[in-house]
């Protein structure tokens, strides 16, 4: 088993739908959460950044932290085709500095 | 302010020839990585380095993969001989601080290995 797992997909949604994906992980010393956006043959870039449990939010991202059942969720509102894109989960805690990717869930928003 | 920059882009070689892959982190950036990402998959770590010494190397193939980082700026992955099985990207981050996560990335180098 994986430490951070992550449903490839694809997960396809209409324009304007709002979007809810999902990590689970085992290791329970991670403390920094993140989510990256890929898009196609480009580098992953930096989404959103959590530190323990709660919610944040940043324009249409909410990244959500569940500490208790080691479960993460990143929701986007109105979903736009420009959020097609695959996203990826990482963590970062028990004394390693380097971020744990997941392997990254692929979202469609179709017009 | 420039990105982390990547090259070649694209590499297509045969099985049991060399490949080199170079990497300019952001100016300012001390700490660098290599990762290499199958596909479907998330990106994996190879190497890590902090200024020029690589602190972190535990996933590096060590008999085919080197890697070097001159001056603590510009960093070359290495492989030799390729196999079938390297064919992957070959991802660079820098970051200006270790541990906290915000990893800057080029865009990669795909290679193919037939």
């Known amino acids: 088993q994986k430490e951070v797992e992550q449903d490839p997909g694809p997960l396809s949604v209409p324009e304007g739908a709002i979007v809810s994906l999902n990590c689970t992980y085992s290791?329970?010393?991670?403390?920094?959460f993140m989510w990256y956006r890929q898009y196609s043959r480009k580098g992953p870039e930096l989404l959103m950044y959590t530190y323990s449990s709660g919610n944040k939010e940043d324009g249409r991202f909410t990244a959500q932290v569940d500490k208790s059942s080691k479960y993460i969720s990143l929701f986007i509102r109105d979903s736009q085709p420009s959020d097609s894109a695959t996203y990826l989960c990482?963590?970062?805690?028990?004394?390693?500095?380097?971020?744990?990717f997941g392997r990254g869930t692929s979202l469609i928003v179709h017009p | 302010e420039a990105g982390v920059v990547q090259s070649p882009r694209y590499k297509i070689i045969e099985k049991k020839q060399p490949v080199a892959f170079w990497c300019n982190p952001i100016?300012?950036?001390?700490?660098l990585y290599w990762y290499r990402q199958n596909l479907g998959q998330g990106p994996e770590l190879l190497i890590r380095y902090e200024n020029e010494e690589a602190v972190d190397d535990s996933q590096l193939p060590k008999d085919r993969f080197s890697a070097e980082r001159l001056k603590g700026v510009d960093s070359t992955l290495k492989i030799q001989p390729a196999e079938l099985g390297d064919s992957a990207v070959y991802l660079c981050a820098s970051s200006l601080v270790t541990g906290a996560g915000e990893l800057f990335f080029g865009e990669g180098s795909r290679l193919t290995v037939l």
């Open positions: 100016s300012g950036h001390n700490t």
């Open positions: 990482a963590m970062i805690g028990g004394g390693s500095y380097i971020p744990t």
């Open positions: 290791n329970s010393a991670f403390q920094y």
